[in-house]
Structure formats: C-alpha cells, structure tokens
C-alpha cells in the first residue's frame, strides 16, 4: 500500500471531507454538526494560514485519510506547555468505511509520522488528543508518542503527548 499527500484544496475537497468530518466515528474531530459552508470556511481559514497546513492523504492514488500539521508556539498549545524548537503538532483522521481493514489506521499513522519527519525541522511531534479518546491514545503509543500530562483546552480536556525521531524509528522501525 502506498501513502501520498497533497495539500486540501478547500473548495474541491469540502464535500468529501464533510462526509468525513461529520461522520459518527469522527465525533472527536469535533464537526459533527458542521455544514458544507463550514468544511469549505474552516478548510480555507486553514490554507491562508502560514501556521496550520491541511493534507489530504491518498491510499493507492485513493482519498483515504486527513492529516493537519501545526506550528504548537501558534496554534493549538499556545499557554498550555512551552514549546521548543523543531516542535510540529498534528492531528489526523482517517475515512469512514464499512469495510475496515486490519491494522489500516496504524499504517496511516505511521506514514503521517513519516512524512513529517522527512522534513529536518520536525524534531518532534506534539499532539493533544481528546482525553476520552483511547483509541488515538493506543495508536500513539504504537508509534513512539509519550504521554506528558492532560491540558484544559476551551473545547476539550487533551492529553499532551509527545514523539521524537528517535521514539518514532524505535517504536516502528521506520528511520526518521
């Protein structure tokens, strides 16, 4: 299976992320009741953004996941921890299917850590996952993050987390 990515383009990508941002398994991204307008609004404030970037990611040339990376010193964490140089925040969600495929989401996870990694800025992820999210939580450990300590942001309790390159090759394999 080979991973690509491409930079969402707000308007052509806004339905199809709707229908993925809106589903009952994406309720921790938050959008649940979101309508088109505001995928394509939240998705455009995202693209003129120089501190947040949205990708789509594809499966074999397929739209299969959305990964957002973030600048944490602007965005997201700003107040909750002190960020340090080479520090990259991301998120990620991956499509509803109803046919899911074993061990899909860890391979998505992996090739998003991978492909932060190729860029030698990136000294460390930083995440912030819904504390009620153990699912993330589980898929986070798999690829190297360490859990720092819950933060109160305004839309939710999140668990701060962090992966090195090193944490990230050892948990996977994967030279970073």
Known sequence: MTFTFHDVDPLQDAELLHSWVTHPKASFWMMQDAKLEDVERAYMEIAADAHHH??????????????????????????????????????????????????????????????????????????????????????????????????????KKALLSFCTRAQFAAATGVAA
């Open 54 to 155: 949205a990708l789509l990611g594809l499966r074999d040339g397929e739209p299969a996941f959305l990964m957002e990376k973030y600048d944490p010193a602007h965005r997201e964490l700003v107040g909750l921890y002190e960020p340090e140089p080479g520090d990259v925040g991301m998120h990620f969600l991956v499509a509803p299917t109803d046919t899911p495929v074993h061990g899909f989401t860890r391979s998505v996870i992996t090739a998003v850590m991978a492909h932060l990694f190729e860029d030698p800025a990136a000294l460390r992820v930083v995440v912030e996952p819904d504390v009620r999210n153990t699912a993330v939580h589980a898929l986070n450990e798999a690829v190297g993050f360490v859990p720092e300590r819950e933060v109160q942001k305004p839309e």
